[in-house]
Nanobody, 122 residues
Framework: QVQLVESGGGLVQAGGSLRLSCAASGRTSRISAMGWFRQAPGKERQFVAAIKWSGESPYYTDSMKGRFTISRDSAKNTVYLQMNNLKPEDTAIYYC???????????????WGQGTQVTVSS
């Protein structure tokens, strides 16, 4: 089994930056892809970005291209989400998840972290 732990969330002013981390442990050899999703109160879970476990093929939802960057540190078994120029509408709980392929469909991800809160003030 794989375990995921997110960190790096917090309170930031609009225009600021945060870097989220998702550390994987356990049977990491079984990981093929990692995704980031977010969910704001009263809203559906939304795809943010995903990447192959090899670090290849980063993919983003259109609204976040140019502001968010997903990357992987193979030595640390950690995937990062660098978020720049944050906006109040980016406020949500951010989750990382393990999947078999890079996809926007949250149902295709098998293991989820506990989430980390990101709050952007105006």
């Amino acid at each position: 089994q794989v375990q995921l732990v997110e960190s790096g969330g917090g309170l930031v002013q609009a225009g600021g930056s945060l870097r989220l981390s998702c550390a994987a442990s356990g049977r990491t050899s079984r990981i093929s892809a990692m995704g980031w999703f977010r969910q704001a109160p009263g809203k559906e879970r939304q795809f943010v970005a995903a990447i192959k476990w090899s670090g290849e093929s980063p993919y983003y939802t259109d609204s976040m291209k140019g502001r968010f960057t997903i990357s992987r540190d193979s030595a640390k078994n950690t995937v990062y989400l660098q978020m720049n120029n944050l906006k109040p509408e980016d406020t949500a709980i951010y989750y990382c998840a393990v999947g078999r392929i890079v996809t926007t469909a949250w149902g295709r991800y098998d293991v989820w972290g506990q989430g980390t809160q990101v709050t952007v003030s105006s």
